[in-house]
């Protein structure tokens, strides 16, 4: 059905940590090539902040991210999950998980390449 549903999202302190979720419909767990999560702050343009290139088993993160979000993937449960470690308040926004269907020529960051998108989960971190 090309969907995908996003979970986890909250408030958190400074310092605190959440597990995000999206879990992807068969159609596109079985095709996809990149995986990726994605957020948005009101006001600022949708961002990539990580994500899973299956052929490779390789992953991406933004530099802003790196070092406190993993990515990864649980095959059995058609899921992608985004581990927040050490949360800021410029962590918050809009989270939102994507998904490729074919190669394609953009980059990982570029939302463009990206043909299916979730409906996002509100992430807010608190000082």
């Known amino acids: 059905q090309g969907q995908l549903v996003e979970s986890g999202g909250g408030s958190v302190q400074a310092g605190g940590s959440l597990r995000l979720s999206c879990t992807a419909s068969?159609?596109?767990?079985?095709?996809?090539?990149?995986m990726a999560w994605f957020r948005q702050a009101p006001g600022k343009e949708r961002e990539a902040v990580a994500a899973?290139?299956?052929?490779?088993?390789?992953?991406y993160y933004a530099d802003s991210v790196k070092g406190r979000f993993t990515i990864s993937q649980d095959n059995a449960k058609n899921t992608m999950t985004l581990q927040m470690n050490s949360l800021q308040p410029e962590d918050t926004a809009k989270y939102y998980c994507?998904?490729?269907?074919?190669?394609?020529?953009?980059?990982?960051?570029?939302?463009?390449?990206?043909?299916?998108w979730g409906q996002g989960t509100q992430v807010t971190v608190s000082s």
């Open positions: 994507a998904a490729d269907s074919r190669p394609s020529a953009y980059s990982w960051v570029n939302r463009n390449r990206y043909n299916y």
């Open positions: 068969g159609d596109i767990y079985s095709s996809y090539n990149i």
């Open positions: 899973f290139w299956r052929r490779f088993g390789s992953t």
